[in-house]
């Protein structure tokens, strides 16, 4: 079966730095994405990884590597507003989105 | 980013009634579109894939009597939570993607939240 495992749930403190891993297993792999969901709200995006390494964009980067199974969410500088659950979603060979459960992200001053 | 408009927001109906839901694409045309279920603290769950034209295809153990779908033009598709019960009661919410852009990101509808009572 298709499956993508993160964490629950993570607490971090403001301004610090947050890692959110994401291992998968699916059927074939067209890209992976990361997205930020406040609760009550859909999900928007936040990165898009089809090959391996680092993808930075402003305060957040996302890492893949394939062979692994394996990829990361790194927040910097991290900031109140930045409470959320961050999903993974992998795209399969059929260009489906596989979702992950979520990681409850929780940001203490 | 693209746009997609998802109506309405927040719905209460009473059991055993009907309520339809609007997912629609601004900016471009979407060939594909996606309907999730979300409960509190859960995953995003895909109901079905709706394709313009064409029937719904639905995931296993969703009703597709329940759960009607329509994608009858490429801006526009519909869900209709038929006879509403209390336990459908959920987060849904869609998401839209031009089928011929296959490594874009999915753009999400803002999400209705349903009640039933």
């Known amino acids: 079966g298709q499956n993508i495992d993160q964490p629950t749930e993570m607490t971090a403190t403001e301004g610090a730095i947050v890692q959110i891993n994401c291992t998968y297993q699916t059927s074939g792999f067209n890209g992976l994405f990361w997205y930020q969901q406040h609760a009550g709200e859909a999900p928007t995006f936040l990165s898009y990884n089809v090959l391996d390494g680092l993808e930075e964009k402003g305060r957040f980067s996302s890492f893949l590597s394939r062979s692994k199974g394996y990829s990361y969410l790194l927040l910097k500088e991290l900031q109140m507003k930045d409470s959320a659950s961050y999903l993974c979603a992998v795209k399969d060979s059929n260009y489906q989105l596989i979702w992950g459960a979520g990681t409850k992200l929780i940001i203490k001053p | 980013g693209a746009v997609v408009s998802q109506h309405p927001s927040r719905v209460i109906c009473k059991s055993g009634t009907s309520v339809k839901i609007e997912c629609r694409s601004l900016?471009?045309?979407?060939?594909?579109m996606f309907w999730y279920r979300q409960f509190p603290k859960k995953s995003l769950m895909l109901m079905a894939t709706?394709?313009?034209?064409?029937?719904?295809?639905?995931e296993q153990g969703v009703e597709k009597d329940k759960f009607l779908i329509n994608h009858a033009s490429l801006t526009l598709s519909t869900l209709t939570v038929t006879s509403a019960h209390p336990e459908d009661s959920s987060f849904y919410i869609c998401?839209?993607?031009?089928?011929?852009?296959?490594?874009?990101?999915?753009?999400f509808g803002q999400g209705t939240r349903l009640t039933v009572v």
């Open positions: 900016d471009f045309q979407a060939t594909t």
């Open positions: 998401s839209a993607r031009d089928h011929r852009e296959r490594y874009t990101e999915a753009f």
């Open positions: 709706s394709n313009e034209g064409s029937k719904a295809t639905y």
